[in-house]
T-cell receptor
Framework: AQRVTQPEKLLSVFKGAPVELKCNYSYSGSPELFWYVQYSRQRLQLLLRHISRESIKGFTADLNKGETSFHLKKPFAQEEDSAMYYCALNLRGGGAQKLVFGQGTRLTINP | DTEVTQTPKHLVMGMTNKKSLKCEQHMGHRAMYWYKQKAKKPPELMFVYSYEKLSINESVPSRFSPECPNSSLLNLHLHALQPEDSALYLC?????????????FGPGTRLTVT
């Protein structure tokens, strides 16, 4: 089955500490993966996509096909990073982008 | 304009009512999406329109009827809903095709079925 697994529903770290949000996927083809974020009272928005290999707001994510993972990392967490994070996989069906989301991880950065 | 707008923000309807949700974007995107999000759950894809044609229907019950009257508008017509249909309904848009495009999400319509 094609799916995305985020094993941690809740993650709490202190400001300045490193943070890693885990994402594992199951997909038979070459995966296209994204991280979307939802800050409090804001709409869901794209944070990273694997193809761009860039750092956004200090976050990076590397696709590891051997471990079927796309973990999100930041070396020094900031309070404004507190949010809901979703890992998403593009199933590419019907001539359109077809995203399936993981269950999400709520990240809380403590002062 | 890089926003997706959705109206209404909140909707309460009875099981015999007919109502519609509206979504609008002016980014020139030719793919538009409807998602359903229950509390503390991720968004679940319902429908995808590509170039104003329905390209994906994720086996959604017929009491939900999507419509894409033009490239900027997406509607979701609701009829004879059940209480379990209460949820946040999200609209999104992107460039069309199967590529790694960013989807732009609206703020959602919070629907309560009584």
């Amino acid at each position: 089955a094609q799916r995305v697994t985020q094993p941690e529903k809740l993650l709490s770290v202190f400001k300045g500490a490193p943070v890693e949000l885990k994402c594992n996927y199951s997909y038979s083809g070459s995966p296209e993966l994204f991280w979307y974020v939802q800050y409090s009272r804001q709409r869901l928005q794209l944070l990273l996509r694997h193809i761009s290999r860039e750092s956004i707001k200090g976050f990076t994510a590397d696709l590891n096909k051997g471990e079927t993972s796309f973990h999100l990392k930041k070396p020094f967490a900031q309070e404004e990073d507190s949010a809901m994070y979703y890992c998403a996989l593009n199933l590419r069906g019907g001539g359109a982008q077809k995203l399936v989301f993981g269950q999400g991880t709520r990240l809380t950065i403590n002062p | 304009d890089t926003e997706v707008t959705q109206t209404p923000k909140h909707l309460v309807m009875g099981m015999t009512n007919k109502k519609s949700l509206k979504c609008e974007q002016h980014m020139g995107h030719r793919a538009m999406y409807w998602y359903k999000q229950k509390a503390k759950k991720p968004p679940e894809l319902m429908f995808v329109y590509s170039y104003e044609k329905l390209s994906i229907n994720e086996s959604v019950p017929s009491r939900f009827s999507p419509e894409c009257p033009n490239s900027s508008l997406l509607n979701l017509h609701l009829h004879a809903l059940q209480p379990e249909d209460s949820a946040l309904y999200l609209c999104a848009s992107s460039h069309p095709g199967q590529g790694t495009y960013e989807q732009y999400f609206g703020p959602g319509t919070r629907l309560t079925v009584t």
